[in-house]
C-alpha cells in the first residue's frame, strides 16, 4: 500500500483533521484576544503553526531511525539549555523559562517533552523486561525524567515539570510496574508533596493558589465581593467561562467583561475566551476535538509493530492529554492555576512547535510502519 | 490489575492497557465535562452577571463636615460642592503627556509656565506601582465664586482675553473709560487701561502690551455679582471635553462657605487643606484618613472642634459595569450584598451667638480701627456676641484660590487674624474691682476708709501719677471707682501687697483658661515669682501699686474681666465661659454638653453692694468717668478703663510702609493713643447681660469705649425687654447734657449708704473733655529703677 493510500485512512484522517481544526480555533481565538489586548500574537503565531505544519512533515516523513539515533544526542543538548536557562535566560513574570535567539524566545522545557518521550522509549525498547518492572531495576529511566524535572521546576515552572513528570510516568506504568512497588511509590509520592509542604519547596503563591482553588471548590467562594486587587485570576476566568452558558456570548459581550482584565488569557487561560465565546456546545467541541487527537494517538500505539513506535505514540497521547486536562480543569475551576499552555490553541512558539512535531512523528508511524 | 500493570510484551495485554488508558481518559473528560456544564449551565446565569462587572473597586466616601449654626440655628459654615482636576498618572502613556498638557492649556487659563511645569511633572518616570492621581488644579470654577464664595451669575458671553505669558486677563476697554465693576476712572499706563481701584486690565489689542504674546480668548459666562468678576464654567468646559482628556478626571469635593464671611469669623474660624504636618502627629494611630484634598481647622471652633465637626469617612464599594448589559435590577442586589463601611458625618454645632447681637456690635463698632467687644450671659456665662475688628472673611481663606492682592497686607498693623476678645491685654482701670474685691474681702479697707488723693502717690522715691493730676481730694471706695482715682488703688495696692492681689486675680479667674471652647490667652497675673523669673532687676515693691490699677505686667482678656463683672453682677458666681451651646442629633434637637457649674467666691454682700452701686454711679452719676453712656433701655454699670498701649510698629508694616512715610506717620500717631476699656452689665437690678469693649490704641474708656458698650446694650434690650423691676431712671434723659450739672444728687434707686458719697471737686472732669493719662504715669522710672 502506499503512503498516500494509508494516508487515507480513516483514524489518520480524524487525527490530522482535528490537529488542523485546533489550529484554526488557535487563530480565530488568538485573534479575539488580540482585540482585547491590543496585541499581533496571531500573525505570530500564524508564522510559528506554519513552521510546526513544516516541521510536522520532515518528521512524518524521514525514517525514524535517525530520529531514534539522534534522541539521545538531543536530550543531552536539551539537558543543557535547561542547565543555560537557569543562567542566562530571559525573565518573564518572575521566571526564567525562555532563552533568547534573535527574535525568538525559545522554552527549552517545551521540546524536553517530546525528548524524554523518544528517550524513554527507546529505553524500553532496547531493555526488554519478561516481567513487570520492580522499582529498583528503574533507575536509569528515574534519573532521565528526574533530572529535567528538577530542573524544569527550578526556573521555577511546575506546570511543565509536572506534565513532563506525568508523560513519563505515564509511559512507565504503561510498560508495567510490580503492583506492590507501585504501592510504595504511591506511598512515598504522598510523603514527598506533604513534607514539600511542609518545608517550603512547595513556593508561597504555589500554597496560595492551592488554598485558594480549595476554598474555591470546597467552599464555593466565588461571591463578587471583594475588590478587583484581591479577586484571583482563576475566579474571574471561571466567571468568563459561565458567561458562555449554552451558547456562547457575541464577541462583542465577551469583550465587555472580566476577560478585559483576566490576565494570561492568550497563553494558559485561552480557554476562558474560547469557552465564553463557544458557550457549552463550542467548549464540547473543543474536548471532542482533544479526545480525537488523543484517541488517534492510541490507535497507533496500538497497532504499532514497534515497541519504539507503540511507546512514543503513548508518550504522545499522554503529552496532550495531561497538558488538556490539566490546562482546562485549571480554566473551570476543577485544578489549582499551574503555568501550562493548552496544547495547540495557546500562543508560544515551543509549544506548538513540539506538539506539532510530535503528531508529525505520529503520522510517519501510522503510515511508515505495517499495522497489523 | 495485575494484568493491567503487567509486561506488554503480549500484545494481548498491550491492547488491553490501551483499552484501560482510553477508559480512563474518557473518566476524566467526562468529569470535565461534568464540570463544564456546572460552571455554564447550573451557574452559568449567576456568573454572567458577575462576567458583566468590570470592577469592584473600594472608594472612600468623605463624610460631610458638621455644619456651625448660631444660637437661632441660622446656618454660620456650611458645605457647598467644589471640583478639582486630577491626572490619572497610571493611565497616561509617555506619548500622551504633550498632547494632554496642550489641550488642558487650550481649555483653561493656564500660563505658559504653569504648562510647563505641568509637562514637566508628568513626564517624570515614576515606578507604575507608585504612580498616583496628580493634581492639576483645586477649585475649579463651576458655580461659586473662588474669591468670595457667592453664588455666580449666568451672563451673556463677555470678551475677555488672556495672556499666557503673564497670566494677565484682559477686559474690553469700557465706553468713557470707566471701570465697569467700581465706576472709577480708568488711567492709562502706557500699556493699555488699568483700574488702579481693582487692578484689572483693560485692552482690545490682539497682543498683550505687557509682553507681546497672542492674547486668547476665553469666553466668560459666570460672573460674580459681588466682586463682578466674570468666570470660565471650568467645570463644564472640562466635561465637555472629556474625550480629549481621557487621562484626566473631575472630582467633586467638598468646601466649606462662610455666608456671614465678616460677622463672626474669629470665632468660627477656617479650614485649609491638609499637610503633612497635619498627618505626621496622627500616624502613630494607624494609616491617616485623609484624602488629597481634605480640609482641616485652621482656626477658631473649626480647628478646637475639628474631630467632631470632620466626621468618619466611609468606605464605598463600586461596581464598574460593562456597557453590553446592564441587568440592574440583579446588580443592585450585588451592591447591596456589598456592605460598605457607612459614613458617619460631622456633628452640627449650635452656637451660644445671637447674630442679631453680634450684628450690632459689628455695627456699633464700626468706627473702630482695631478693637473686639464680647458679650457674655450674666448667670450662664454663654457667648452671646465675640466680634473683633478688624474681622477677615474666611471664605478668602479656607485654601481658594488666593486673590492676586492679599487684602489682609493692608491692615497687617491691626492683626485681623487675632482674636483679640480672647487675646490679653493690661486691663488698666477695669481691673481696679479686682484690687477692691481684695481689699474689702481682705479687710484691708472697709467701704469708709478713705484716702486723700493730691494727684500723685509718692513710693519708694517715684513719684506714682492719677490721672487727674490736681487730684480727687479725700475719696472712699465709692468715690474711687466712680472717678477711677488711682492715688486711692497705690494705698490699697500697698496694703494689700502682690501676694494678696495675685492669690485674688487667680480667685477671680485670671492667668487661667475661662472655659471658653476656643484657644484663647490665658492672661497674665504678675507674681514674686513671675518678677524673678522674668524681670531682670526682679521684684520692686512699686510693682503692686501698679498691679493694683491694672498696669504693668498685668494682662487680661476682655472675656475675663466680662466673667469677673459677670460675678459682681450675679451675686459672686463666676461663671464658665462657652461659645458652644451644644451639638444637634440625628434629629436635630440639641444635646448639650455637660459643663462645670458656676465658682462662688465667697464675697461678702457688702462688699457685692459697694462695688455695684459704685459701677452704676461710673455710668449713672456725675463724676462717673462713663457719665454720658447710659442707655436708653435700661441701667448699666460698669468701668471704664484706659490702658497705656505698647507702640510697636510690625516690622513687616514697616517695611511695607518704607516708601509712604506719610502712611507711617499716620500710623506712629495712632499708635501713640491708649487702648480704650469698659467693661459693664445691664440691668443694674437682676442683671442679664455683660458687655466688654476693647478699642486698641481708641483714647480714653469713658469716651471712646463705653458708647459702644451703651449702643450694644441698647440692641440688646430694645429686642429683649428688660425683666428688671426699675424702670429706667428719669436721670437718663439728663444723660446727653455735655455741660456737668455743678452737683448731682444720687439717684433714687440708690441705697441709703450711696448718699455719703460725698460730691467731690471733680466737676472739672467733663465728658466732652479727653480724659488725661491714667494709671501710673511712671512707666518712664520705673523702666530704669
Same mark, same amino acid.
Given at each position: 500500500?502506499?503512503?498516500?493510500?494509508?494516508?487515507?485512512?480513516?483514524?489518520?484522517?480524524?487525527?490530522?483533521?482535528?490537529?488542523?481544526?485546533?489550529?484554526?480555533?488557535?487563530?480565530?481565538?488568538?485573534?479575539?484576544?488580540?482585540?482585547?489586548?491590543?496585541?499581533?500574537?496571531?500573525?505570530?503565531?500564524?508564522?510559528?503553526?506554519?513552521?510546526?505544519?513544516?516541521?510536522?512533515?520532515?518528521?512524518?516523513?524521514?525514517?525514524?531511525?535517525?530520529?531514534?539515533?539522534?534522541?539521545?544526542?538531543?536530550?543531552?543538548?536539551?539537558?543543557?539549555?535547561?542547565?543555560?536557562?537557569?543562567?542566562?535566560?530571559?525573565?518573564?513574570?518572575?521566571?526564567?523559562?525562555?532563552?533568547?535567539?534573535?527574535?525568538?524566545?525559545?522554552?527549552?522545557?517545551?521540546?524536553?517533552?517530546?525528548?524524554?518521550?523518544?528517550?524513554?522509549?527507546?529505553?524500553?525498547?532496547?531493555?526488554?523486561?519478561?516481567?513487570?518492572?520492580?522499582?529498583?531495576?528503574?533507575?536509569?529511566?528515574?534519573?532521565?525524567?528526574?533530572?529535567?524535572?528538577?530542573?524544569?521546576?527550578?526556573?521555577?515552572?511546575?506546570?511543565?515539570?509536572?506534565?513532563?513528570?506525568?508523560?513519563?510516568?505515564?509511559?512507565?506504568?504503561?510498560?508495567?510496574?510490580?503492583?506492590?512497588?507501585?504501592?510504595?511509590?504511591?506511598?512515598?509520592?504522598?510523603?514527598?508533596?506533604?513534607?514539600?509542604?511542609?518545608?517550603?519547596?512547595?513556593?508561597?503563591?504555589?500554597?496560595?493558589?492551592?488554598?485558594?482553588?480549595?476554598?474555591?471548590?470546597?467552599?464555593?467562594?466565588?461571591?463578587?465581593?471583594?475588590?478587583?486587587?484581591?479577586?484571583?485570576?482563576?475566579?474571574?476566568?471561571?466567571?468568563?467561562?459561565?458567561?458562555?452558558?449554552?451558547?456562547?456570548?457575541?464577541?462583542?459581550?465577551?469583550?465587555?467583561?472580566?476577560?478585559?482584565?483576566?490576565?494570561?488569557?492568550?497563553?494558559?487561560?485561552?480557554?476562558?475566551?474560547?469557552?465564553?465565546?463557544?458557550?457549552?456546545?463550542?467548549?464540547?467541541?473543543?474536548?471532542?476535538?482533544?479526545?480525537?487527537?488523543?484517541?488517534?494517538?492510541?490507535?497507533?500505539?496500538?497497532?504499532?509493530?514497534?515497541?519504539?513506535?507503540?511507546?512514543?505514540?503513548?508518550?504522545?497521547?499522554?503529552?496532550?492529554?495531561?497538558?488538556?486536562?490539566?490546562?482546562?480543569?485549571?480554566?473551570?475551576?476543577?485544578?489549582?492555576?499551574?503555568?501550562?499552555?493548552?496544547?495547540?490553541?495557546?500562543?508560544?512558539?515551543?509549544?506548538?512547535?513540539?506538539?506539532?512535531?510530535?503528531?508529525?512523528?505520529?503520522?510517519?508511524?501510522?503510515?511508515?510502519?505495517?499495522?497489523? | 490489575?495485575?494484568?493491567?500493570?503487567?509486561?506488554?510484551?503480549?500484545?494481548?495485554?498491550?491492547?488491553?492497557?490501551?483499552?484501560?488508558?482510553?477508559?480512563?481518559?474518557?473518566?476524566?473528560?467526562?468529569?470535565?465535562?461534568?464540570?463544564?456544564?456546572?460552571?455554564?449551565?447550573?451557574?452559568?446565569?449567576?456568573?454572567?452577571?458577575?462576567?458583566?462587572?468590570?470592577?469592584?473597586?473600594?472608594?472612600?466616601?468623605?463624610?460631610?463636615?458638621?455644619?456651625?449654626?448660631?444660637?437661632?440655628?441660622?446656618?454660620?459654615?456650611?458645605?457647598?460642592?467644589?471640583?478639582?482636576?486630577?491626572?490619572?498618572?497610571?493611565?497616561?502613556?509617555?506619548?500622551?503627556?504633550?498632547?494632554?498638557?496642550?489641550?488642558?492649556?487650550?481649555?483653561?487659563?493656564?500660563?505658559?509656565?504653569?504648562?510647563?511645569?505641568?509637562?514637566?511633572?508628568?513626564?517624570?518616570?515614576?515606578?507604575?506601582?507608585?504612580?498616583?492621581?496628580?493634581?492639576?488644579?483645586?477649585?475649579?470654577?463651576?458655580?461659586?465664586?473662588?474669591?468670595?464664595?457667592?453664588?455666580?451669575?449666568?451672563?451673556?458671553?463677555?470678551?475677555?482675553?488672556?495672556?499666557?505669558?503673564?497670566?494677565?486677563?484682559?477686559?474690553?476697554?469700557?465706553?468713557?473709560?470707566?471701570?465697569?465693576?467700581?465706576?472709577?476712572?480708568?488711567?492709562?499706563?502706557?500699556?493699555?487701561?488699568?483700574?488702579?481701584?481693582?487692578?484689572?486690565?483693560?485692552?482690545?489689542?490682539?497682543?498683550?502690551?505687557?509682553?507681546?504674546?497672542?492674547?486668547?480668548?476665553?469666553?466668560?459666562?459666570?460672573?460674580?455679582?459681588?466682586?463682578?468678576?466674570?468666570?470660565?464654567?471650568?467645570?463644564?468646559?472640562?466635561?465637555?471635553?472629556?474625550?480629549?482628556?481621557?487621562?484626566?478626571?473631575?472630582?467633586?469635593?467638598?468646601?466649606?462657605?462662610?455666608?456671614?464671611?465678616?460677622?463672626?469669623?474669629?470665632?468660627?474660624?477656617?479650614?485649609?487643606?491638609?499637610?503633612?504636618?497635619?498627618?505626621?502627629?496622627?500616624?502613630?494611630?494607624?494609616?491617616?484618613?485623609?484624602?488629597?484634598?481634605?480640609?482641616?481647622?485652621?482656626?477658631?471652633?473649626?480647628?478646637?472642634?475639628?474631630?467632631?465637626?470632620?466626621?468618619?469617612?466611609?468606605?464605598?464599594?463600586?461596581?464598574?459595569?460593562?456597557?453590553?448589559?446592564?441587568?440592574?435590577?440583579?446588580?443592585?442586589?450585588?451592591?447591596?450584598?456589598?456592605?460598605?463601611?457607612?459614613?458617619?458625618?460631622?456633628?452640627?454645632?449650635?452656637?451660644?451667638?445671637?447674630?442679631?447681637?453680634?450684628?450690632?456690635?459689628?455695627?456699633?463698632?464700626?468706627?473702630?480701627?482695631?478693637?473686639?467687644?464680647?458679650?457674655?450671659?450674666?448667670?450662664?456665662?454663654?457667648?452671646?456676641?465675640?466680634?473683633?475688628?478688624?474681622?477677615?472673611?474666611?471664605?478668602?481663606?479656607?485654601?481658594?484660590?488666593?486673590?492676586?492682592?492679599?487684602?489682609?497686607?493692608?491692615?497687617?498693623?491691626?492683626?485681623?487674624?487675632?482674636?483679640?476678645?480672647?487675646?490679653?491685654? #493690661?486691663?488698666?482701670?477695669?481691673?481696679?474691682?479686682?484690687?477692691?474685691?481684695?481689699?474689702?474681702?481682705?479687710?484691708?479697707?472697709?467701704?469708709?476708709?478713705?484716702?486723700?488723693?493730691?494727684?500723685?502717690?509718692?513710693?519708694?522715691?517715684?513719684?506714682?501719677?492719677?490721672?487727674?493730676?490736681?487730684?480727687?481730694?479725700?475719696?472712699?471706695?465709692?468715690?474711687?471707682?466712680?472717678?477711677?482715682?488711682?492715688?486711692?488703688?497705690?494705698?490699697?495696692?500697698?496694703?494689700?501687697?502682690?501676694?494678696?492681689?495675685?492669690?485674688? #486675680?487667680?480667685?477671680?479667674?485670671?492667668?487661667?483658661?475661662?472655659?471658653?471652647?476656643?484657644?484663647?490667652?490665658?492672661?497674665?497675673?504678675?507674681?514674686?515669682?513671675?518678677?524673678?523669673?522674668?524681670?531682670?532687676?526682679?521684684?520692686?515693691?512699686?510693682? #503692686?501699686?501698679?498691679?493694683?490699677?491694672?498696669?504693668?505686667?498685668?494682662?487680661?482678656?476682655?472675656?475675663?474681666?466680662?466673667?469677673?463683672?459677670?460675678?459682681?453682677?450675679?451675686?459672686?458666681?463666676?461663671?464658665?465661659?462657652?461659645?458652644?451651646?451644644?451639638?444637634?442629633?440625628?434629629?436635630?434637637?440639641?444635646?448639650?454638653?455637660?459643663?462645670?457649674?458656676?465658682?462662688?467666691?465667697?464675697?461678702?454682700?457688702?462688699?457685692?453692694?459697694?462695688?455695684?452701686?459704685?459701677?452704676?454711679?461710673?455710668?449713672?452719676?456725675?463724676?462717673?468717668?462713663?457719665?454720658?453712656?447710659?442707655?436708653?433701655?435700661?441701667?448699666?454699670?460698669?468701668?471704664?478703663?484706659?490702658?497705656?498701649?505698647?507702640?510697636?510698629?510690625?516690622?513687616?508694616?514697616?517695611?511695607?510702609?518704607?516708601?509712604?512715610?506719610?502712611?507711617?506717620?499716620?500710623?506712629?500717631?495712632?499708635?501713640?493713643?491708649?487702648?480704650?476699656?469698659?467693661?459693664?452689665?445691664?440691668?443694674?437690678?437682676?442683671?442679664?447681660?455683660?458687655?466688654?469693649?476693647?478699642?486698641?490704641?481708641?483714647?480714653?474708656?469713658?469716651?471712646?469705649?463705653?458708647?459702644?458698650?451703651?449702643?450694644?446694650?441698647?440692641?440688646?434690650?430694645?429686642?429683649?425687654?428688660?425683666?428688671?423691676?426699675?424702670?429706667?431712671?428719669?436721670?437718663?434723659?439728663?444723660?446727653?447734657?455735655?455741660?456737668?450739672?455743678?452737683?448731682?444728687?444720687?439717684?433714687?434707686?440708690?441705697?441709703?449708704?450711696?448718699?455719703?458719697?460725698?460730691?467731690?471737686?471733680?466737676?472739672?472732669?467733663?465728658?466732652?473733655?479727653?480724659?488725661?493719662?491714667?494709671?501710673?504715669?511712671?512707666?518712664?522710672?520705673?523702666?530704669?529703677?
Amino acid at each position: 500500500m502506499s503512503v498516500w493510500v494509508r494516508l487515507r485512512r480513516p483514524w489518520t484522517m480524524v487525527g490530522i483533521g482535528c490537529v488542523l481544526v485546533l489550529c484554526v480555533i488557535a487563530i480565530d481565538n488568538l485573534a479575539f484576544t488580540d482585540t482585547l489586548m491590543g496585541t499581533t500574537y496571531h500573525r505570530t503565531q500564524t508564522i510559528w503553526l506554519v513552521t510546526g505544519w513544516v516541521a510536522a512533515g520532515v518528521l512524518a516523513a524521514i525514517d525514524p531511525v535517525y530520529v531514534r539515533r539522534l534522541s539521545m544526542t538531543a536530550y543531552q543538548a536539551l539537558i543543557v539549555l535547561l542547565a543555560l536557562v537557569l543562567v542566562v535566560g530571559r525573565e518573564i513574570n518572575y521566571s526564567k523559562r525562555w532563552i533568547e535567539i534573535g527574535p525568538m524566545n525559545l522554552q527549552p522545557s517545551e521540546f524536553m517533552k517530546l525528548s524524554v518521550i523518544l528517550v524513554l522509549a527507546d529505553f524500553f525498547d532496547k531493555r526488554r523486561h519478561s516481567e513487570p518492572w520492580p522499582l529498583t531495576s528503574l533507575w536509569w529511566p528515574g534519573l532521565l525524567l528526574g533530572l529535567p524535572v528538577v530542573l524544569i521546576n527550578l526556573e521555577p515552572d511546575l506546570g511543565t515539570s509536572v506534565v513532563v513528570a506525568a508523560i513519563g510516568l505515564s509511559m512507565v506504568l504503561y510498560e508495567g510496574v510490580q503492583a506492590r512497588h507501585l504501592g510504595y511509590a504511591a506511598i512515598g509520592l504522598l510523603v514527598l508533596i506533604s513534607v514539600a509542604w511542609q518545608v517550603d519547596v512547595i513556593r508561597p503563591y504555589q500554597k496560595g493558589r492551592a488554598e485558594a482553588w480549595y476554598h474555591a471548590i470546597i467552599e464555593e467562594d466565588d461571591q463578587p465581593q471583594r475588590p478587583t486587587s484581591q479577586r484571583t485570576q482563576a475566579e474571574q476566568a471561571l466567571w468568563a467561562v459561565g458567561s458562555g452558558q449554552y451558547t456562547g456570548r457575541s464577541e462583542a459581550e465577551a469583550k465587555n467583561s472580566v476577560l478585559r482584565h483576566l490576565p494570561f488569557v492568550h497563553t494558559d487561560f485561552a480557554l476562558a475566551p474560547l469557552a465564553a465565546r463557544a458557550g457549552l456546545l463550542g467548549s464540547l467541541g473543543l474536548f471532542a476535538l482533544y479526545c480525537g487527537v488523543i484517541a488517534w494517538a492510541l490507535r497507533v500505539a496500538d497497532r504499532a509493530v514497534e515497541r519504539f513506535d507503540a511507546l512514543v505514540a503513548v508518550g504522545v497521547a499522554a503529552l496532550v492529554f495531561w497538558q488538556f486536562f490539566i490546562n482546562a480543569g485549571m480554566v473551570i475551576g476543577l485544578l489549582p492555576v499551574v503555568g501550562i499552555t493548552l496544547p495547540l490553541v495557546s500562543y508560544g512558539g515551543s509549544s506548538v512547535l513540539t506538539v506539532l512535531a510530535a503528531c508529525g512523528f505520529l503520522v510517519n508511524i501510522a503510515v511508515r510502519r505495517r499495522g497489523r | 490489575m495485575a494484568f493491567a500493570f503487567g509486561n506488554s510484551h503480549d500484545p494481548l495485554r498491550f491492547r488491553l492497557r490501551n483499552r484501560l488508558a482510553l477508559v480512563l481518559i474518557v473518566a476524566g473528560v467526562l468529569t470535565l465535562v461534568a464540570r463544564l456544564a456546572l460552571v455554564q449551565v447550573v451557574r452559568g446565569d449567576r456568573y454572567q452577571k458577575y462576567a458583566v462587572i468590570e470592577r469592584v473597586s473600594k472608594v472612600r466616601a468623605q463624610a460631610p463636615r458638621g455644619l456651625i449654626k448660631s444660637a437661632d440655628g441660622t446656618v454660620l459654615a456650611r458645605n457647598i460642592e467644589s471640583h478639582s482636576l486630577e491626572v490619572l498618572t497610571n493611565r497616561l502613556k509617555p506619548d500622551r503627556v504633550i498632547p494632554l498638557c496642550t489641550n488642558l492649556r487650550e481649555l483653561l487659563d493656564m500660563t505658559d509656565s504653569e504648562h510647563a511645569a505641568l509637562v514637566n511633572d508628568l513626564s517624570k518616570t515614576v515606578d507604575p506601582r507608585k504612580r498616583r492621581p496628580l493634581l492639576v488644579r483645586r477649585d475649579l470654577v463651576s458655580t461659586h465664586c473662588p474669591f468670595d464664595s457667592s453664588q455666580l451669575e449666568l451672563v451673556a458671553e463677555q470678551p475677555h482675553g488672556f495672556c499666557s505669558v503673564c497670566g494677565r486677563g484682559f477686559e474690553a476697554v469700557p465706553p468713557r473709560h470707566t471701570c465697569p465693576f467700581d465706576q472709577r476712572r480708568l488711567t492709562a499706563n502706557g500699556k493699555g487701561w488699568h483700574c488702579n481701584a481693582c487692578d484689572r486690565d483693560f485692552s482690545e489689542a490682539p497682543a498683550c502690551p505687557y509682553d507681546g504674546q497672542l492674547v486668547r480668548h476665553l469666553p466668560h459666562i459666570l460672573q460674580c455679582p459681588l466682586c463682578r468678576r466674570t468666570f470660565n464654567d471650568e467645570v463644564a468646559v472640562l466635561r465637555a471635553n472629556a474625550h480629549r482628556l481621557p487621562e484626566t478626571r473631575v472630582v467633586a469635593d467638598i468646601q466649606r462657605e462662610y455666608p456671614f464671611r465678616f460677622l463672626a469669623s474669629h470665632a468660627i474660624g477656617y479650614v485649609g487643606y491638609v499637610t503633612p504636618a497635619d498627618v505626621a502627629p496622627l500616624l502613630p494611630l494607624g494609616p491617616p484618613r485623609f484624602g488629597l484634598s481634605d480640609r482641616v481647622g485652621r482656626s477658631g471652633l473649626e480647628s478646637v472642634l475639628d474631630g467632631a465637626l470632620r466626621g468618619l469617612d466611609g468606605e464605598q464599594l463600586l461596581v464598574k459595569r460593562s456597557e453590553g448589559e446592564q441587568p440592574a435590577g440583579d446588580l443592585d442586589e450585588l451592591v447591596q450584598s456589598i456592605r460598605p463601611r457607612p459614613v458617619t458625618p460631622g456633628l452640627t454645632v449650635r452656637l451660644t451667638l445671637d447674630l442679631e447681637l453680634q450684628r450690632a456690635v459689628k455695627v456699633a463698632m464700626k468706627d473702630v480701627f482695631s478693637g473686639a467687644a464680647v458679650v457674655l450671659d450674666v448667670h450662664s456665662g454663654h457667648v452671646l456676641a465675640m466680634y473683633a475688628k478688624p474681622s477677615f472673611d474666611p471664605n478668602t481663606m479656607s485654601g481658594k484660590r488666593a486673590p492676586q492682592a492679599r487684602p489682609l497686607d493692608d491692615i497687617a498693623q491691626y492683626a485681623p487674624l487675632m482674636s483679640k476678645a480672647i487675646h490679653g491685654y #493690661a486691663p488698666a482701670s477695669t481691673y481696679k474691682v479686682v484690687a477692691a474685691i481684695a481689699a474689702l474681702q481682705e479687710g484691708v479697707i472697709t467701704p469708709k476708709t478713705e484716702h486723700t488723693c493730691g494727684g500723685h502717690y509718692d513710693f519708694g522715691g517715684r513719684r506714682f501719677h492719677c490721672h487727674n493730676r490736681r487730684g480727687h481730694g479725700d475719696v472712699d471706695v465709692f468715690d474711687a471707682i466712680r472717678a477711677s482715682c488711682d492715688v486711692f488703688f497705690y494705698h490699697v495696692g500697698e496694703q494689700l501687697g502682690l501676694d494678696r492681689l495675685e492669690a485674688w #486675680a487667680r480667685r477671680l479667674g485670671f492667668g487661667e483658661p475661662t472655659g471658653i471652647e476656643l484657644r484663647e490667652s490665658i492672661g497674665r497675673v504678675p507674681s514674686l515669682q513671675w518678677y524673678k523669673q522674668h524681670v531682670p532687676g526682679g521684684y520692686y515693691p512699686g510693682f #503692686a501699686l501698679s498691679t493694683a490699677v491694672g498696669q504693668k505686667d498685668v494682662l487680661a482678656t476682655p472675656l475675663q474681666m466680662a466673667r469677673v463683672y459677670a460675678a459682681i453682677a450675679n451675686g459672686g458666681l463666676l461663671p464658665q465661659a462657652t461659645i458652644v451651646a451644644g451639638f444637634e442629633d440625628a434629629n436635630g434637637k440639641l444635646v448639650a454638653p455637660n459643663r462645670l457649674p458656676p465658682r462662688d467666691l465667697g464675697l461678702h454682700k457688702a462688699t457685692l453692694l459697694i462695688l455695684q452701686q459704685a459701677l452704676r454711679a461710673v455710668v449713672n452719676q456725675q463724676g462717673g468717668t462713663a457719665f454720658g453712656s447710659q442707655p436708653a433701655t435700661v441701667v448699666m454699670a460698669g468701668k471704664t478703663g484706659t490702658a497705656q498701649a505698647p507702640q510697636r510698629v510690625r516690622k513687616q508694616v514697616a517695611e511695607r510702609l518704607r516708601e509712604d512715610p506719610a502712611a507711617l506717620q499716620r500710623l506712629v500717631a495712632w499708635l501713640q493713643n491708649d487702648h480704650a476699656w469698659f467693661v459693664g452689665w445691664a440691668p443694674y437690678h437682676q442683671a442679664e447681660i455683660v458687655v466688654s469693649v476693647l478699642v486698641e490704641h481708641g483714647g480714653s474708656g469713658g469716651h471712646n469705649a463705653a458708647p459702644i458698650a451703651r449702643q450694644i446694650v441698647d440692641a440688646w434690650f430694645s429686642r429683649h425687654p428688660a425683666k428688671s423691676i426699675p424702670p429706667p431712671e428719669p436721670k437718663s434723659e439728663r444723660k446727653k447734657k455735655v455741660d456737668p450739672a455743678p452737683d448731682d444728687s444720687p439717684d433714687e434707686a440708690s441705697p441709703g449708704d450711696d448718699s455719703a458719697a460725698p460730691t467731690l471737686p471733680e466737676s472739672d472732669h467733663q465728658p466732652g473733655e479727653p480724659e488725661p493719662e491714667p494709671g501710673e504715669a511712671p512707666a518712664q522710672p520705673e523702666a530704669a529703677p
